[in-house]
C-alpha cells in the first residue's frame, strides 16, 4: 500500500528566505508526482507535475526534484513572499490496476513580512 | 477557459439523510474523480469515472457512489449520512484517463464543504 509522507508538518519562515519541502513514498511504481498548494477551506492549485521519468521540473521561484528510486521529492521555493504562505500537498499517481492520487498530510507554510 | 466547477459549495445535513454533490469538469475533460478531505485522514480517494463508467473505487462503504453523465458532469451520493462524513469533497478532471500517461494531469475544483449534524 503506498503511503507518502511530508516532513515538516508545519515551517515559519521570514520573507526572502529559501526553503525546501520534504516529501517521500513508500512504492516507487508510480506515474507521476504532482505539488500541489492548498489555502484555508478552498481547493487544490497544481503547482508542478514531474513524470516519472523525468528528474526535476522548474516554474517561476519553484523547483520539484524527484528520485524516484529512493522515494523522494523535494519541492525549493526561492525568495519566500508571504503570499506563499498555504499548505502545500505532495501526491503520487499510483500503478498497478487502481490508479489514483495517493496525497500526503501536506505542509503547512507561514512565511512572515 | 473555465476550471472545475462544484455545487453547492456548503450543505449541512443531518444524520441518516442521503445528500447529492455535482460537479462539472473542465470542458474537454474526460475522466472526473472525486476525492474526501478531512482534518484526521486527509484527503482520500473516492472514486474515478471515465466515459460514463467508474474506472476505479477506493475503500470506501457502498453509501458512497457516483455516476458520471454523456456530458460529463458528474455526481456523487452519500446515503445514511454519519457524522463522520463531514468533510470538504473534491472533484477533479483530467482530459483523458488517469494512468494513461498523456493528457491525464488532474485539475481540481474548489470543493463541497458537507457538515453532518
Known amino acids: 500500500k503506498q503511503e507518502v509522507t511530508q516532513i515538516p508538518a508545519a515551517l515559519s519562515v521570514p520573507e526572502g528566505e529559501n526553503l525546501v519541502l520534504n516529501c517521500s513514498f513508500t512504492?516507487?511504481?508510480?506515474?507521476?508526482l504532482q505539488w500541489f498548494r492548498q489555502d484555508p477551506g478552498k481547493g487544490l492549485t497544481s503547482l508542478l507535475l514531474i513524470q516519472s521519468s523525468q528528474r526535476e521540473q522548474t516554474s517561476g521561484r519553484l523547483n520539484a526534484s524527484l528520485d524516484k528510486s529512493s522515494g523522494r521529492s523535494t519541492l525549493y521555493i526561492a525568495a519566500s513572499q508571504p503570499g506563499d504562505s498555504a499548505t502545500y500537498l505532495c501526491a503520487v499517481l499510483t500503478q498497478g490496476g487502481s490508479e489514483k492520487l495517493v496525497f500526503g498530510k501536506g505542509t503547512k507554510l507561514t512565511v512572515n513580512p | 477557459k473555465a476550471g472545475v466547477t462544484q455545487t453547492p459549495r456548503y450543505l449541512i445535513k443531518t444524520r441518516g439523510q442521503q445528500v447529492t454533490l455535482s460537479c462539472s469538469p473542465i470542458s474537454g475533460h474526460r475522466s472526473v474523480s472525486w476525492y474526501q478531505q478531512t482534518p484526521g485522514q486527509g484527503l482520500q480517494f473516492l472514486f474515478e469515472?471515465?466515459?460514463?463508467?467508474?474506472?476505479n473505487k477506493g475503500n470506501f462503504p457502498g453509501r458512497f457512489s457516483g455516476r458520471q453523465f454523456s456530458n460529463s458532469r458528474s455526481e456523487m451520493n452519500v446515503s445514511t449520512l454519519e457524522l463522520g462524513d463531514s468533510a470538504l469533497y473534491l472533484c477533479?478532471?483530467?482530459?483523458?484517463?488517469?494512468?494513461?500517461?498523456?493528457?491525464?494531469?488532474?485539475?481540481f475544483g474548489p470543493g463541497t464543504r458537507l457538515t453532518v449534524l
Open positions: 469515472y471515465f466515459s460514463e463508467t467508474q474506472r
Open positions: 477533479a478532471s483530467s482530459r483523458s484517463k488517469v494512468g494513461s500517461g498523456r493528457n491525464d494531469e488532474q485539475f
Open positions: 512504492d516507487s511504481a508510480i506515474y507521476n
